[in-house]
């Protein structure tokens, strides 16, 4: 299986979760709570105001507090912000993480589908700006580019790393 015909099978597991943990918090009469995290160049702006209006644009709460590491997108361990945001959320002190593309969690699939499965053991959920778009799929009818374009990186494999 590539790269490619894995992403799909990754973005419809963490969306059944989104909307799964998204409508018991609402059933339970409460909005659902995020923290934000971006995986940025230290040239880059920051986006934390566009999660935050993205999320409230959902009904979501969001945290106060923002996390980013100044980074180009890689390996989980070496980025102490996500990790940092990820243990609030499996804590319980968020129902979900946040962030604009699958590749500020991780470019390489195999690392991000354990992340996905961790959140998940607990209960929680990642939501994303960008959905899951392989590399070379078509732009949608609104001209977006596919993330792996915006950010200058393409999944990798499980193996690959």
């Known amino acids: 299986m590539t790269s490619g015909d894995h992403l799909p099978a990754l973005a419809a597991s963490r969306y059944r979760q989104q909307e799964s943990v998204v ?52 390996p989980v361990g070496e980025r102490t912000e996500l990790r940092i945001a990820l243990d609030r959320v499996m804590a319980g002190h968020a129902d979900g993480l946040l962030a604009p593309a699958f590749e500020h969690i991780s470019p390489d699939l195999g690392e991000y589908g354990d992340q996905l499965h961790q959140v998940r053991a607990h209960d929680r959920f990642i939501a994303l700006v960008l959905p899951e778009i392989p590399r070379g799929a078509p732009q949608g009818m609104h001209g977006w580019k596919a993330p792996q374009e915006v950010f200058g990186t393409e999944p990798r494999s499980a193996g690959a790393r």
């Not at 040239?43 to 100044?70: C, F, I, K, M, N």
């Open 23 to 74: 409508l018991a918090v609402r059933r339970r009469g409460h909005p659902p709570r995020v923290v934000r995290y971006i995986c940025s160049p230290p040239e880059r702006v920051d986006g934390h105001v566009a999660l935050s209006r993205w999320a409230a644009g959902r009904g979501w709460l969001v945290d106060p507090q923002t996390y980013t590491d100044r980074c180009e997108p890689g």
